[in-house]
């Protein structure tokens, strides 16, 4: 059974930074892709970044140069680095594991910037 818990939300100010985590549970971490998704209220939730299991990595245009996804698969861990915060970053965060076209999710994680 796959569970996903992300930590490392929180409140920050518009150009600050913050570092979302999700760790993983099961033994499929290291052959999944791993994805950080965001919803804002309102809105569609829509991809932010995403990291295969050969380190290739993919951004959202909106936050290219800004944000940074990165993994440990001894840690079964999946982190975002998120730099130079804009109000406009504000959402849950969700953490998604992709392995045979199945997508498992985290619970979300708030962040929100304040201008």
């Known amino acids: 059974q796959v569970q996903l818990v992300e930590s490392g939300g929180g409140l920050v100010q518009a150009g600050g930074s913050l570092r979302l985590s999700c760790a993983a549970s099961?033994?499929?971490?290291?052959?999944?892709?791993m994805g950080w998704y965001r919803q804002a209220p309102g809105k569609q939730r829509e991809l932010v970044a995403h990291i295969t299991n050969q380190y290739s990595t993919n951004y959202a245009d909106s936050v290219k140069g800004r944000f940074t996804i990165s993994r440990d698969n001894a840690k079964n861990t999946v982190y975002l680095q998120m730099n130079s915060l804009k109000p406009e970053d504000t959402a849950v965060y969700y953490c998604?594991?992709?392995?045979?076209?199945?997508?498992?999710w985290g619970q979300g994680s708030q962040v929100t910037v304040s201008s």
């Open positions: 998604c594991m992709t392995f045979a076209r199945i997508n498992y």
């Open positions: 099961g033994s499929i971490f290291t052959i999944s892709t």
